[in-house]
């Protein structure tokens, strides 16, 4: 009887200990980035602004789910190269399903301390980043396209004999 009462205790500390998104999740997701053409520099920054990565094109990042303390981590990935109109593309973790597993195994610790201190209550689902950028001398050339006003005193003389009286 006495060994019996003492594995149903051991059983219900491990079960009360759980951290179910600890156990079965990643501590860190691969992220790959890469962008057409290749080569372009890359810099990531967290949420609090802090660059956490300076590359090239094509690279493979590790990047934590947790931001802190009950806080998703939340990266900016700035892909710029000369010549070329650079990209800014944000990644946001989100509450990771295992998370919820502490309720079922009733892993109160897991819940609200292990779990969210270790980062493993959340996920980043968007693991790849491809790029294209577009070359600038490409957008400048679209953009002559544009409708423009003008003040007749701004624009030079050549153009005058070409204007069109509008009644």
């Known amino acids: 009887m006495l060994f ?7 059983a219900g500390l491990i079960t009360f200990s759980t951290s ?3 156990i079965f999740s990643k501590a860190k997701y691969p992220v790959t980035i890469n962008s057409t053409p290749q080569g372009a520099d890359v810099t990531i ?3 609090r602004g ?4 300076s590359g090239k094109t094509p690279n493979l990042i590790k990047l934590k ?4 303390y009950f806080t998703p981590a939340r990266y900016t ?3 710029t190269k000369e010549g070329f109109t650079s990209k800014t593309v944000e990644l946001r973790a989100t509450i990771n399903g295992w998370y919820f597993g502490n309720f079922v195994l009733g892993g109160l610790i897991g819940l609200l301390i292990v779990d969210p201190a270790t980062g493993a209550m959340y996920k980043l689902k968007q693991l790849d980043v491809n790029e294209t950028l577009e070359s600038e001398t490409k957008t400048a050339a679209t953009q002559t396209h544009q409708l423009r006003i003008y003040d007749i005193n701004e624009i030079p003389e050549s153009w005058k004999s070409k204007l069109v009286a509008i009644k």
Do not use: D, H, M, Y
């Open 4 to 10: 019996s009462s003492k594995i149903l205790v051991v």
């Open 20 to 22: 179910c998104a600890t």
């Open 45 to 47: 920054t967290n949420r």
């Open 50 to 53: 802090e660059q956490i990565f």
């Open 65 to 68: 789910p947790g931001g802190g």
């Open 77 to 79: 990935i700035k892909i």
